[in-house]
């Protein structure tokens, strides 16, 4: 009784192995311990031209003459020889022709003695007919579709790539050699994204279908936007052996739409960082309040974009983000450019003006560089973040606003307000929600992403060439401080893109003060992290101090408060000489 329930058991599990090889157009069959055929699935009959009832109980031996095993037999006799051909070419019956393989594994009893085997038949023939004929008889077409202005690649049934044109790789970063034969999920944001999923339906149901807002993932991780269209891939027989992705790279068009309607996403901002990431976690969130943000960084970290992306991600994304420059602004015009002016308020003032928090009602307004704000006017703004009014320059009404402040500074308000240069109460007004963004030089992970990511969107921008970079170009650009931030390395590689007419950045392209980095730098790069940044700090000071003194070792150490012997060993540590 007990064997005739564990038979039951393996007929079942058996059977659900076949169904499932079914849905991926892959042939199997089951034989017992007798080389007796159990169950055949319906890929399996039409491979061979048989149906199910013909072959179950016939010896697989018979069955299967002309398609060797391409394993050693489970259940074979010590005199049968082993096969060793991986591939054959068969026709069945009706003389259709298919390149099989054979593979076998066990199937196990509760014992773990082996019951039967499961045997699946995987047919190339179609792809390898499509291949064929790509490779060889269609070298044209192959031409044809490597020199197209788009990218274009293949998927056999699997989903796995079989074929990925040169558009494709200049787009996706990816070499053909690195994604073929490899699933198209790598490209996509992973076996659930959307773009995934329309080009399954197509093959599924022979259905074109478009993608308007895509997605894909580059070598370097980055997601960048696409309009792709999907359909399925037949032979000559009309069956469907796979699907094709026509594909269109959109950052030009995103960049324009940006410009238009000033809509930003975390797209905009790069960063694998755990810092970064912990700020855009901690971003999501506040976005969907109205809090006011204080974003603090050093010049170029990219506290302006990261305002537009709060603004985007809010209740408020409809609505007006006005930018104020407290520091562009003279002081004597700072007042009514911010709460606008009634007629009369001034020689010259002939009609009543609106400030920037007039236009700015029912929106968000971003006040940049609020350090450099006059304390005269900071009471004043404090009383719009108290009460939402102010009073225009030179009235008496006062007018109501609703408005959300967002402020950045490149300066230490906490040290401002100890030095009495910015008002205690305001600090702590608009220090509802801080937010600290890291220099690049304290985010190297991030280096290779941001360069691949600001390259793209120049070359988009500019004459829509993608170039790639040399690696002693790339080693240059890591080993580099950026203290201009992320602005530097965007000047840098725009430098790059004007003296650069190949298709590769070469060292010779970047900006001479990146080619001629003092020799102590590149050496100093193999230290461990911990270290490294110390040694770099010491190593630019001393450089900085004995360049001053044109390398007089005396003078520059009385400079430094160390002695001669010190400083000479310094230098012979970090191989310090004049340049």
Not at 251 to 267: K, W
Not at 338 to 346: N, Q, S, T
Not at 373 to 399: I, M, W
């Amino acid at each position: 009784m007990r064997e005739n329930d564990e038979h039951s058991a393996l007929t079942v599990m058996c059977h659900q192995w076949l169904e499932l090889l079914d849905e991926l157009n892959i042939g199997a069959f089951t034989v017992n311990s007798h080389h007796r055929i159990s169950e055949m699935n319906f890929t399996a009959q039409a491979l061979m031209g048989f149906k199910e009832k013909e072959v179950e109980g016939r010896d697989c031996r018979e069955v299967f003459t002309g398609v060797p095993c391409m394993v050693q037999c489970l259940l074979r006799n010590e005199n049968e020889p082993a096969a060793e051909e991986p591939e054959i070419d068969f026709c069945n019956e009706e003389q259709t022709r298919h390149l099989l393989t054979r593979l076998a594994t066990p199937v196990y009893d509760s014992q773990r003695r082996v019951a039967g085997c499961l045997t699946i038949l995987q047919d190339h023939s179609p792809i390898a007919d499509l291949v064929n004929r790509i490779h060889y008889e269609e070298r044209n077409l192959k031409i044809i579709l490597d020199n197209l202005d788009v990218g274009i690649f293949t998927v056999n049934r699997g989903g796995y790539i079989t074929f990925f044109n040169h558009e494709a790789e200049k787009i996706s970063g990816f070499n053909r050699r690195q994604v073929i034969g490899e699933p198209c999920s790598a490209i996509f944001e992973g076996v659930a994204s959307h773009d995934l999923c329309l080009l399954k339906e197509s093959i599924a149901d022979g259905s074109a279908r478009t993608s308007r807002q895509g997605k894909m993932i580059t070598k370097n991780g980055e997601t960048i936007p696409i309009r792709a269209n999907y359909m399925a891939l037949r032979n000559e027989k009309g069956t469907i052996i796979g699907g094709l992705a026509t594909f269109h790279d959109l950052t030009l068009v995103r960049q324009l739409n940006q410009a238009i309607s000033e809509r930003y996403t975390f797209q905009d901002m790069i960063g694998k960082d755990p810092t970064m990431q912990q700020i855009f976690e901690t971003v999501n969130v506040v976005a969907a309040t109205d809090a006011t943000v204080l974003i603090e960084g050093a010049t170029g970290t990219g506290k302006d974009l990261l305002a537009k992306v709060i603004h985007s991600i809010s209740r408020r994304a409809t609505r007006q983000l006005v930018k104020v420059n407290c520091a562009a602004i003279p002081d004597n015009l700072l007042e009514s450019e911010m709460f606008g002016y009634v007629k009369g308020a001034f020689t010259g003032a002939g009609r009543d003006k609106p400030g920037r928090f007039n236009e700015a009602d029912g929106g968000t307004i971003f006040l940049d560089e609020i350090g450099d704000l006059p304390l005269s006017l900071q009471a004043k703004l404090l009383r719009v973040l108290e009460d939402k009014e102010f009073y225009p320059l030179g009235s008496r009404h006062t007018q109501k606003v609703d408005v959300r402040i967002l402020s950045a500074t490149n300066q230490d308000l906490e040290n401002l307000v100890a030095k009495r240069g910015f008002r205690k109460d305001l600090y702590y007004r608009l220090n509802v929600f801080r937010i600290q963004l890291p220099d690049v030089k304290d985010r190297r992970i991030d280096l290779p992403l941001l360069i691949h990511h600001i390259l793209r969107k120049l070359c988009a921008a500019r004459d829509n060439r993608r170039l790639a970079i040399s690696e002693a170009a790339m080693e240059l650009l890591l080993n580099h401080d950026y203290p201009g931030n992320v602005r530097e390395l965007e000047n840098i590689l725009e430098h790059a893109l004007i003296i650069c007419s190949e298709d590769v950045i070469e060292p010779r392209h970047l900006p001479d003060f990146l080619q001629h980095r003092p020799v102590y730098r590149r050496q100093l790069t193999a230290m461990p992290t911990n270290e490294k940044s110390a040694a770099i700090a010491e190593a630019d000071l001393l450089h900085r101090v004995l360049s001053k003194h044109h390398w007089h070792r005396q003078n520059a150490a009385r400079e430094l408060g160390i002695d001669r012997t010190t400083l000479w060993r310094k230098m012979k540590k970090y191989n310090l000489t004049p340049s």
